[in-house]
């Protein structure tokens, strides 16, 4: 039995859902609007201020869907109400950022300054100049965008030179030490 699947959903005020045939499901807030299809097989119901999910049968599958299904439609109403970000640390002697209009300029070590330019509902923030931080209301997109600038410069476990996440932690290694002659 799926545990989170049968939590219903609270929507806040302000919020508004519009659930079209295969689900496909939108939902607007005061940060924008969101859409997306979830399983078909998942039936999903608007009664009084909340949203109930509810599987045809106990399959397998079935439960695995009912829960997603209902992670996800969370997700988009915590997205449109309050919005998601990641703060990225950026650790290394002269290692640095700045913002440039919609680019994300970074010096990361390498002969040229790394330039990203902020993708379609996504914002980037430098709240000083060793730490980024990446807004936006679609979860998903700002992970993936926080991990795609992570890449650039993953951290590396002897000096904790790198782009970390502000709550990841570098497990730290003793380096070489010197050969007994």
């Given at each position: 039995?799926?545990?989170?699947?049968?939590?219903?959903?609270?929507?806040?005020?302000?919020?508004?859902?519009?659930?079209?045939?295969?689900?496909?499901?939108?939902?607007?807030?005061?940060?924008?609007?969101?859409?997306?299809?979830?399983?078909?097989?998942?039936?999903?119901?608007?009664?009084?201020?909340?949203?109930?999910?509810?599987?045809?049968?106990?399959?397998?599958?079935?439960?695995?869907?009912?829960?997603?299904?209902?992670?996800?439609?969370?997700?988009?109403?915590?997205?449109?109400?309050?919005?998601?970000?990641?703060?990225?640390?950026?650790?290394?002697?002269?290692?640095?950022?700045?913002?440039?209009?919609?680019?994300?300029?970074?010096?990361?070590?390498?002969?040229?300054?790394?330039?990203?330019?902020?993708?379609?509902?996504?914002?980037?923030?430098?709240?000083?100049?060793?730490?980024?931080?990446?807004?936006?209301i679609d979860k998903a997109l700002v992970g993936n965008y926080a991990a795609?600038?992570?890449?650039?410069?993953?951290?590396?476990?002897?000096?904790?030179?790198?782009?970390?996440?502000?709550?990841?932690?570098?497990?730290?290694?003793?380096?070489?030490?010197?050969?007994?002659?």
């Open positions: 039995m799926s545990r989170i699947g049968l939590k219903p959903v609270q929507l806040p005020s302000g919020v508004e859902v519009d659930v079209k045939e295969n689900n496909v499901v939108t939902v607007k807030g005061p940060k924008g609007t969101l859409s997306q299809q979830l399983s078909p097989e998942i039936k999903i119901a608007v009664e009084d201020g909340q949203v109930v999910f509810s599987r045809e049968s106990d399959a397998r599958s079935m439960r695995a869907q009912h829960g997603l299904a209902r992670a996800l439609f969370n997700n988009m109403v915590i997205g449109v109400t309050d919005g998601f970000q990641k703060k990225l640390i950026l650790n290394g002697v002269g290692y640095g950022a700045e913002k440039k209009g919609k680019n994300l300029v970074m010096n990361l070590g390498f002969s040229h300054p790394v330039e990203m330019e902020d993708p379609e509902g996504i914002e980037t923030e430098v709240a000083d100049a060793t730490t980024i931080v990446v807004k936006g795609i600038i992570r890449d650039w410069r993953k951290p590396e476990p002897y000096k904790g030179k790198g782009i970390r996440y502000e709550d990841e932690y570098i497990r730290r290694k003793e380096g070489k030490t010197g050969a007994k002659a």
